[in-house]
């Protein structure tokens, strides 16, 4: 039975630069078995071979096939909208690197849109910058609205702290592509050739990785491992299918991970009623 995974990383996969015990055995078991799948990050600063260098540091084997990001989902998504356009960016390599892929000019004067991602640069003339080109017409975009980013310190302002200051200076909202948006979950299920039903989405955090999987119709685990605890549910007008304390957890016994799966009915896309999927795992 056909099945993928959407993984989000940091929480699910390693803590700063620590790789969560167990998450090496839980990816190298879904390569064995050739199941499809996909990081996924609102983390717009480093480039796909980046992430994955990263990650095989840490001892999981990863591929720039297997990283999925805000940035090329944003920058994906603009070139559609507007072939061969031009854009203001508040961002890294990561950014600018997918957007220069997808066909876009970098510019500072006159562009479609502004682009905001992950910065550790940004200053106050950027910002003046950006809100004049807004207030003469370009269009706000977000990677994501995650108001702050961890570190090993503790957290740093994020992308959506950077657009709610665009945002107020100009009274122009911002289109953000980045988890939860449907514009990136969707994009990422296609790059891995999957149907709805055939999505299942990892994450720790209810907010994005989890609402982001309950809008699209996936089938959700929320993994105990990163922000979230199994206290905090009952805040939430939504749960996940399946509460696990780590990845290791999907693949602990030699069934687990060939069991993750709903019956499906390709025909009109639907599942088995969600109280039955829960029940079996």
């Known amino acids: 039975m056909t099945k993928g995974f959407l993984i989000d990383m940091d929480g699910v996969i390693y803590r700063s630069n620590q790789m969560i015990p167990g998450a090496d055995v839980f990816i190298k078991a879904l390569m064995s078995r050739r199941l499809p799948f996909l990081f ?118 994020g992308c959506g702290a950077t657009v709610a200051y665009l945002e107020a200076a100009t009274g122009f909202k911002a289109l953000s592509v980045g988890k939860p948006s449907p514009l990136m979950m969707r994009e990422a299920r296609k790059e891995l050739g999957l149907a709805t039903s055939e999505t299942i989405m990892v994450g720790d955090t209810m907010e994005t990785d989890i609402l982001g999987g309950v809008q699209m119709g996936y089938r959700t685990v929320l993994v105990l491992s990163g922000g979230t605890r199994q206290e905090d549910l009952d805040r939430y007008a939504y749960r996940p299918d399946l509460v696990v304390d780590s990845v290791f957890d999907l693949c602990a016994s030699p069934q687990r991970l060939d069991d993750l799966a709903p019956t499906m009915n390709l025909s009109d896309d639907s599942t088995q009623p969600r109280e039955e999927w829960s029940l079996v795992h």
Request: proline fraction near 5%; aromatic fraction near 4%; charge should be neutral.
């Open 40 to 157: 996924l990050t609102n983390n717009s600063q480093r480039t796909r071979r980046d992430v994955a260098t990263k990650l095989v540091r840490m001892g999981i084997p990863a591929q720039e096939k297997h990283v999925f990001t805000c940035a090329i989902a944003t920058a994906r998504f603009l070139a559609k909208q507007t072939p061969g356009g031009t854009a203001f960016v508040i961002g890294e390599g990561g950014l600018l690197n997918a957007m220069h892929a997808n066909g876009f000019s970098i510019v500072d004067h006159a562009p479609d849109y502004v682009v905001v991602g992950e910065g550790r640069t940004v200053n106050l003339e950027m910002l003046e910058t950006a809100v004049q080109l807004i207030q003469d017409g370009a269009k706000l975009i977000a990677t994501n609205m995650d108001p702050n980013c961890p570190t090993k310190d503790g957290i740093r302002p």
